[in-house]
């Protein structure tokens, strides 16, 4: 079975520093793009970015370029979101999603695997 | 970037009813163009992609049609399964820039 499965949920101070994760099964890891999505308490989604396992090609959205790192270890199969110093604004359900082709990015991608979701709680 | 706009942004629906939901791109994105489903405390899931096209194993109530910049999600008959939250996203854009539409909650009248 295809599956993305993401680690529990965290809860944090702002200033610390955070790796979540997503560990993909069932298939070839690094063939598949893995993207990232936010969702803050009672909003929609917002689109983060995405990466390419195979050659760590990593795209940011602009509203997240420079607030989050994305990353990926191919050889144990795992996508990665960090953040060097959270802030309270970074309270929210983030989610991993995985593409239903593999291959470098296309354009009409289409995301029919999704992780259960990570919850990520910044307060003092 | 490309902009998604939504409306409405909820509604109220009986079971049985006919349900429309618009998604409206700042810019022609052919049809590239994606519907996901979302119920509280659950991640999204897929059900229209290349704006027409039905996921497999989404029942058939469901269609979606459009390109260009408008398109639609209908629900032919609405059942208690599908109150929910509706999501487009387009993915005409680079990687970077696969923006979401805000969403429109359908609620039971």
């Known amino acids: 079975e295809v599956q993305l499965v993401q680690s529990g949920a965290e809860v944090k101070k702002p200033g610390e520093s955070l790796k979540i994760s997503c560990k993909g099964s069932?298939?070839?890891?690094?063939?598949?793009?893995i993207g990232w999505v936010r969702q803050m308490p009672g909003k929609g989604l917002e689109w983060m970015g995405i990466?390419?396992?195979?050659?760590?090609?990593?795209r940011y959205s602009p509203s997240f370029q420079g607030q989050v790192t994305i990353s990926a270890d191919k050889s144990i199969g795992t996508a990665y979101l960090q953040w060097s110093s959270l802030k309270a604004s970074d309270t929210a359900m983030y989610y991993c999603?995985?593409?239903?082709?593999?291959?470098?990015?296309?354009?009409?991608?289409?995301?029919?695997?999704w992780g259960q979701g990570t919850m990520v709680t910044v307060s003092s | 970037d490309i902009q998604m706009t939504q409306s409405p942004s909820s509604l109220s629906a009986s079971v049985g009813d006919r349900v429309t939901i618009t998604c409206r791109a700042s810019q022609s994105i052919s049809s590239y163009l994606n519907w996901y489903q979302q119920k509280p405390g659950k991640a999204p899931k897929l059900l229209i992609y290349?704006?027409?096209s039905l996921q497999g194993g989404v029942p058939s109530r469901f269609s979606g049609g459009g390109s260009g910049t408008d398109f639609t999600l209908t629900i032919s008959s609405l059942q208690p399964d599908d109150f929910a939250t509706y999501y487009c996203?387009?993915?005409?854009?680079?990687?970077?820039?696969?923006?979401f539409g805000p969403g429109t909650k359908v609620d039971i009248k």
């Open positions: 996203q387009q993915s005409y854009s680079t990687p970077r820039a696969l923006t």
């Open positions: 999603a995985r593409p239903s082709t593999s291959g470098y990015f296309s354009r009409g991608i289409v995301f029919d695997i």
């Open positions: 290349a704006a027409s």
């Open positions: 990466i390419y396992p195979g050659d760590s090609d990593t």
């Open positions: 069932g298939y070839s890891f690094p063939s598949y793009w």
